[in-house]
């Protein structure tokens, strides 16, 4: 089992930066790929960014890449997503996942694990 707890979320204006954390509880952590979500009001969760087990791969989707940086720390069982120039069709809540495979997973059943959520508002 693993369990997945967000932090970090709040309101930020267009054009700043906030870092989301996502610590897991769990011995397989470090063998497990990572991924955040997100999802809008009224619109379906959508894939963000993932990381291999090994932090030696990372995927973003076309909507967040050059903005958005995923990174994870496995001596700490965190996984960190840096927002910056954020934008408000950005705002959502944002989900960490852990899937069951060591390498980049960009589908939503390819994740066992989810956590609660963290919401972020970008306000224009």
């Known amino acids: 089992q693993v369990q997945l707890v967000e932090s970090g979320g709040g309101l930020v204006q267009a054009g700043g930066s906030l870092r989301l954390s996502c610590t897991a509880s769990g011995r397989t952590f470090s063998s497990r790929s990572m991924g955040w979500f997100r999802q809008a009001p009224g619109k379906e969760r959508e894939f963000v960014a993932a990381?291999?087990?090994?932090?030696?791969?990372?995927y973003y989707a076309d909507s967040v890449k050059d903005r958005f940086s995923i990174s994870r720390d496995n001596a700490k069982n965190t996984v960190y997503l840096q927002m910056n120039s954020l934008k408000p069709e950005d705002t959502a809540v944002y989900y960490c996942?852990?899937?069951?495979?060591?390498?980049?997973?960009?589908?939503?059943?390819?994740?066992?694990?989810w956590g609660q959520g963290t919401q972020v508002t970008v306000s224009s």
């Open positions: 990381i291999s087990w090994s932090g030696g791969s990372t």
């Open positions: 996942a852990a899937s069951r495979y060591f390498g980049v997973s960009t589908q939503e059943n390819e994740y066992d694990y």
